[in-house]
């Protein structure tokens, strides 16, 4: 015990106690105590007050956690555990201190709710744990109790006893995993990827029959992101161009399919097959128009702008110039449902539509990014000036990246025009570029799992996560940041395909790599 | 008389007020070793950026079998069979070393995009070519084994000869080399300098060097230019140029010369 112990332990304790005021504040406790209760099976109606046992446990855990954090990683066994304590002790009297000034504002039924929303009587009741005064002495109890404790599983937890422990349960799972690899046969080995493609598919094909229309809409959703993600990604991970504007390719594939396909503004009735071919040649018009001016803009200029073609895009769609040819503002509706073989479409049928053009797009970006022009593009990436002088067309080549990723934004805007059977403006906003970007960004650049994944992550999950309400985008942001910083190349970064395999057929056996080594001339 | 492969005429290049370049003339024979020297800053680099079209000259003709290329984009000009490594190695760093040379062969290869998505007949033979061809040219230089190491990974010296791999994958007649034994020790820059003789004699390449380590130089050049502030002081065979005053007074500033013929003679002395 020394300056330091009680340094450290009182820092921490002194902004869990912040963080704890807060939270309440922002009546977070009484979100987190309504979780728990959900995760331990309580059925807790919407809007309803948890029960206090479940705010203790919220506490307890949050007292813990300050207790942990407050212990350091040197020092003796007493020392870490007086940390402990010190940090809950001050963490437990700043809460309590808060908790003075909330008591105050019940007892004397001062309602401040004027000036901060959250904190109703019934929420300063709760946090007080029903017991008005003595809750206070009990909040500064729980906690300096629960600091101990957390210091007390620091203690245990990062003892070399239990480093050597967790080593020890690693090596034996990847020694099994190694087992049953080596004892499966080798067909299996062989065939296990085509296998689990299989399992693959027979999953695509029951799932959306199965679990609703509502899933069907989020994961319809995901789906669509995913072949924008592609998109973007041909024109921002392969050939390197910071595209921010895609909405606007979106817009164009979506607003073909509503305009020929519905009986406002032109009462044309094409049909949705034809009319998404068209999505599809308009959004690739649409890039190659973006392109030609823009050939010679790199990085955050290309980004500046085409941000600002999207915008363009927007702002005309809901201009009153073009009022009598889109729908302005109001946007298009009735857009007619397409058919199959004569059967009409309903959710199933669109969540099959969105996985095979999803599974088509993700066919195609493969073959073509295992190719010529797929390396070209990759080069171009790399370094536009030696990619050139090495021989690739490089203007061509970004024009054709634009195309081809414009060509499946057009088809992610058609699908998705027509499943929610109207489209206007706000569909097309400069958050949807972004929220594309991100999807990219997140995933992995270059990564088509990493691209699904992101998908998942970040268009699946707030719409999962709506339970949450109004922290559904706190605990989104708080993911994303915690993702940023342990996975900042993305949830599934891509790696380079191993190539040189390929070309050993027609040569001599393989040299050693090290005994290779130093051997430049021979 | 031999064929000349590519002459600058007159060829001068600015900046703002500054004549990097000026009324240079060069005649490279064909399948000649022919080095560029001078000291730092003496226009040898922008001459190379000059003929390989990443600048284009303010006055005078740069003819490449007798047809003037200069102000041609870079890759017209590297499909015209003129290869360049550069002085500080430019690879695709986040890419293998079999898709750096295999970006080397793009102008080799004719499939387009649509070819790769039907994996027509066409596409599967020139991938199949150009998966060996990487292989056989990674080998050629060394690098075998190592074609699935991304090119920033890999050591310095392997590095250089990465580049002259994907530069030689667009079959040149005419290789640029630029510093290509900068940072390099005696072990590897005997060896590259066998291995650029390999090339000339192997492979029939015509080569223009920039290099500064006379050892190199004196023992490979057919033909030695030398630069000093963007002019031309002196042509000629490694002999002539070792002895030419005006070249050592350029290195060594003036009263090199006479400092040269010195130590020269003092050296003879002690020999005899």
Redesign the interface.
């Known amino acids: 015990m020394n300056k330091e112990t009680i340094r450290t332990g009182s820092q921490k304790g002194l902004l869990f106690g912040i963080v704890m005021i807060f939270l309440v504040l922002i009546n977070f406790h009484i979100m987190a105590a309504t979780m728990i209760s959900k995760v331990l099976g309580t059925n807790v109606l919407r809007g309803a007050f948890p029960e206090v046992r479940f705010m203790i446990i919220f506490l307890v855990i949050f007292g813990m956690w300050a207790g942990w954090s407050a212990v350091r990683r040197e020092g003796s066994t007493t020392n870490k555990l007086f940390e402990g304590l010190i940090g809950g002790m001050t963490t437990g009297l700043v809460v309590a201190l808060f908790g003075l000034i909330l008591f105050f504002l019940l007892e004397t039924q001062t309602d401040v709710r004027r000036y901060l929303t959250a904190l109703s009587f019934a929420s300063i009741d709760i946090f007080l744990l029903g017991l008005r005064g003595m809750g206070i002495l009990t909040l500064f109890g729980l906690f300096t109790l629960t600091g101990v404790l957390g210091g007390a599983l620091a203690v245990g937890l990062r003892s070399q006893a239990v480093a050597n422990f967790i080593k020890k349960i690693k090596t034996s799972i990847r020694n099994l995993r190694q087992r049953i690899t080596d004892s499966l046969p080798d067909n299996v080995k062989k065939y296990g990827k085509y296998i689990f493609y299989l399992l693959l598919l027979v999953l695509l094909l029951l799932l959306p029959a199965r679990w609703g229309s509502y899933n069907n809409f989020v994961f319809g959703m995901v789906g669509i992101y995913v072949i924008l993600g592609i998109g973007l990604n041909i024109m921002l991970g392969l050939s390197g161009q910071f595209m921010i504007g895609i909405a606007a390719l979106f817009a164009m594939g979506a607003y073909s399919v509503a305009l020929l396909n519905s009986p406002f503004p032109h009462g044309l009735m094409w049909g949705f097959w034809p009319s998404l071919a068209v999505g599809v040649v308009m959004a690739v018009i649409g890039g190659l128009l973006l392109g030609l001016p823009i050939m010679r803009l790199r990085g955050d200029y290309l980004g500046i702008v085409t941000l600002g073609f999207g915008e363009i895009i927007r702002i005309l769609l809901n201009s009153d110039l073009l009022t009598d040819l889109t729908g302005g503002p109001r946007g298009i509706q009735n857009i007619q449902q397409p058919t199959f073989l004569g059967m009409p479409f309903n959710d199933v049928s669109y969540a099959y539509l969105i996985i095979i053009a999803m599974a088509v797009s993700i066919f195609l970006y493969y073959r073509i990014e295992n190719s010529r022009t797929g390396r070209a593009w990759l080069s171009i990436k790399e370094d536009a000036l030696v990619s050139q002088a090495t021989g690739v067309d490089v203007q061509k080549y970004k024009l054709l990246a634009l195309c081809v990723g414009a060509a499946f934004a057009g088809l992610a805007g058609g699908i998705f025009a027509a499943r929610n059977q109207f489209t206007g403006p706000n569909d097309h906003t400069l958050m949807v570029s972004i929220n594309v970007l991100s999807v990219v960004i997140v995933g992995g650049i270059n990564s088509i799992p990493g691209i699904i994944l992101g998908s998942f992550a970040l268009r699946g999950l707030p719409e999962l996560l709506r339970e949450l309400e109004t922290y559904r985008l706190l605990v989104f942001g708080a993911l994303l940041v915690f993702m940023m910083i342990v996975r900042p190349e993305g949830l599934w970064p891509a790696s380079r395909p191993d190539l040189e395999e390929k070309g050993n057929t027609g040569l001599k056996e393989d040299l050693d790599p090290e005994e290779n080594e130093g051997r430049s001339d021979d | 008389m031999t064929e000349i492969i590519i002459e600058a005429v007159k060829v001068s290049k600015y900046f703002g007020g500054l004549k990097a370049v000026n009324e240079v003339d060069l005649q490279i024979p064909k399948g000649s070793i022919y080095s560029i020297i001078g000291p730092n800053g003496a226009g040898k680099t922008t001459l190379f950026n000059c003929i390989?079209?990443?600048y284009i000259p303010e006055t005078g003709d740069i003819l490449y079998y007798g047809t003037p290329i200069q102000g041609m984009?870079?890759?017209f000009?590297?499909?015209q069979g003129i290869?360049?490594t550069?002085q500080n190695v430019?690879l695709?760093?986040?890419?293998?070393a079999?898709?750096n040379v295999?970006?080397?062969l793009?102008?080799k290869?004719r499939?387009?995009?649509l070819?790769?998505?039907m994996?027509s007949p066409r596409?599967t033979r020139?991938?199949?070519w150009?998966?060996?061809?990487?292989?056989?040219l990674?080998?050629f230089?060394?690098l075998?084994?190592?074609?699935?190491f991304?090119a920033s990974n890999l050591p310095y010296?392997m590095q250089r000869?990465l580049e002259i791999a994907?530069a030689l994958a667009?079959k040149p007649r005419l290789l640029l080399l630029d510093e290509p034994t900068a940072g390099m020790n005696i072990?590897?820059t005997t060896?590259?300098t066998?291995?650029i003789q390999?090339l000339r004699d192997e492979l029939e390449i015509s080569i223009i060097l920039i290099e500064h380590d006379m050892k190199v130089v004196m023992g490979i050049s057919d033909r030695i230019t030398v630069l000093d502030y963007g002019t031309k002081i002196a042509e000629g065979s490694p002999d002539e140029i070792q002895s030419n005053p005006r070249v050592i007074e350029a290195y060594l500033g003036p009263g090199g010369a006479a400092l040269a013929e010195k130590y020269r003679s003092q050296r003879r002395k002690n020999n005899a």
Not at chain 2, 144 to 148: E, L, V
């Open positions: 390989s079209g990443f984009p870079t890759n000009i590297a499909s290869s360049r550069y430019r695709f760093g986040n890419l293998t079999m898709e295999l970006i080397g793009h102008n290869l499939s387009n995009w070819d790769a998505i994996h596409f020139e991938n199949s150009s998966m060996e061809e990487a292989v056989s990674l080998d230089v060394g075998k084994g190592y074609g699935d991304l010296g000869r994907r667009n072990q590897e060896d590259l066998h291995f390999r």
